[in-house]
């Protein structure tokens, strides 16, 4: 369980989260939605600890990581697997040396054990014949799942996705959140996903934590967000002509 | 002015801390060396060499033009030649086509990984970025420089020689007469300590600016020229510095 308390973060003199707190729980996909430029991926940052924090807390499963310093984040950090919104794959490594990356940096695993360990990730992921292509001649939905693999190689506790299904068709998106899922239930790992895609969030989402102008507005699942009367909620849920009919 | 001056300094020394803390893995971080002296080395062998030969061709032929009385011997032009390469050329004037190679090319790899969150994404693995990008740039640097300056040295002084033979300026019995006179090898050990500290100062202020660029494909053009601009400047103030300190 992940555990946001307090948490506070400003740039300059704009406040872009006040005083957010929220839990993520242990074999669920977490979901934070909201606008853009709502605060959602500072939030996320703030979590990982790609962001400092001005207030509050971040803890891991009771381990104050916030207040840790980098060398000690590091042991946590080797639990953590995030993918990025664009994948963040290493341009100068194929695919198995971007997945073996973390393998070969913690482990002392052999070059055979390594490969294998690559190969059950993206089987895991559904892609294959691929190890040796580089990120530039991959499409952006198998970049995405290659960056699942490698989040995943480690078989870490926590899982973070940046906007894991943007800019993907809606079937590829799909694939992506059903996976996620999948993975999340199978490994009971507690997965945090930033999204304001719809679709993933009546789909997978275990835990909604809705952001709005930076702070928690509400709080909830995929069950009871459509029924809610939240009206900034209703107002980001039931944007669109679709989803308004489908109410 | 001042205070962004100071705040860079400031910045770049913080980083610098970062970047000599004690590897994750030593033997990722050699395998990496080796990649970088290739990347930063040896693919710059091709240019160094063109530009040194007629560097010291060029030398050569205006030494010559310049030394026209009988009262100053020829040999005078290989050794004229042969100080000017050691001591100045091969050194600062290499060490600044460097800073325009080396150095656009590591801010731009920097800042190429640090807007697409590769960066973000080494350090989430729990690596120290600092340290796993910039460091074995720097060692490559260090080690490889001083063996392209050598390199540049002897292909200037071969330049010249050319340049002295097909004009018929100085015969290769006086040119190399000159190259040998008054030899003192304190001047290779002052020419070799500059470059190592250019070398240093190319990589760790190209680094600096592509590590901390912020924004798109335009902040990484503009960190990739002020790593050339800023890298070339601190070139030419620290070979001040380091000529007084070295020759006085």
Not at chain 1, 235 to 246: D, G, H, P, Q, Y
Not at chain 2, 162 to 174: C, D, Q, R
Request: hydrophobic share 45%.
């Amino acid at each position: 369980m992940i555990e946001a308390k307090n948490v506070s973060k400003s740039f300059g003199e704009h406040l872009v989260l006040d005083n957010v707190s929220c839990r993520f729980e242990e074999g669920m996909c977490n979901l934070i939605i909201g606008q853009s430029g709502s605060g959602k991926t500072v939030l996320m940052k703030c979590l990982v600890g790609l962001f400092e924090i001005d207030k509050g807390n971040v803890e891991y499963d009771g381990r104050v990581f916030s207040k840790m310093s980098f060398d000690e984040m590091k042991v946590i950090r080797q639990e953590i697997g995030m993918m990025f919104q664009g994948g963040a794959l290493f341009d100068s490594m194929n695919v198995e040396e971007n997945i073996m990356f973390p393998l070969s940096m913690f482990t002392d695993q052999s070059l055979e054990e390594k490969l294998e360990r690559a190969n059950f990730c993206l089987s895991r992921v559904r892609l294959e014949n691929v190890n040796k292509l580089f990120p530039a001649e991959l499409s952006g939905g198998m970049k995405k799942r290659v960056a699942i693999a490698r989040a995943i190689a480690m078989n870490p506790r926590y899982l973070f996705c940046d906007e894991p299904n943007s800019g993907l068709d809606p079937l590829t998106a799909n694939v992506i959140d059903n996976l996620i899922s999948e993975i999340t239930q199978e490994y009971n790992i507690t997965t945090v996903i930033n999204t304001h895609d719809m679709n993933s969030v009546i789909e997978i989402g275990d835990k909604i934590a809705y952001v709005h102008k930076g702070k928690l507005w509400w709080e909830g699942n995929k069950d009871t967000i459509l029924k809610s009367d939240n009206p900034e909620l209703n107002e980001f849920v039931f944007a669109t002509e679709l989803t308004r009919k489908l109410k | 002015m001042l205070k962004g001056f100071l705040f860079h300094i400031g910045r770049y020394i913080l980083l610098m801390r970062q970047v000599f803390k004690r590897p994750e893995k030593q033997s990722i971080y050699i395998r990496q060396i080796m990649v970088e002296i290739e990347n930063l080395g040896l693919d710059s062998v091709g240019i160094v060499a063109f530009i040194s030969t007629f560097m010291g061709a060029v030398l050569c032929i205006q030494m010559a033009f310049n030394i026209d009385t009988p009262f100053i011997p020829l040999y005078t032009i290989g050794f004229v030649t042969r100080q000017s390469v050691v001591l100045e050329f091969s050194p600062t004037i290499i060490s600044l086509i460097l800073a325009g190679k080396v150095g656009s090319r590591v801010a731009s790899e920097l800042g190429t990984m640090r807007v697409t969150e590769q960066i973000d994404a080494i350090e989430i693995i729990g690596i120290n970025p600092a340290t796993y990008l910039i460091f074995p740039k720097i060692i490559a640097a260090v080690l490889i420089n001083p063996i392209l300056i050598i390199m540049s040295m002897v292909m200037a002084i071969m330049g010249g020689w050319l340049a002295g033979i097909f004009t018929g300026l100085v015969p290769t019995s006086e040119y190399v007469y000159g190259i040998k006179a008054f030899f003192e090898s304190y001047d290779i050990v002052y020419a070799l300590i500059k470059t190592v500290v250019f070398a240093f100062l190319i990589v760790s202020i190209s680094g600096y600016h592509g590590y901390y660029t912020k924004g798109g494909a335009l902040e990484v053009g503009a960190s990739s020229t002020k790593g050339v601009v800023h890298s070339s400047i601190a070139i030419i103030v620290f070979n001040l510095i380091l000529t007084q300190l070295l020759l006085s």
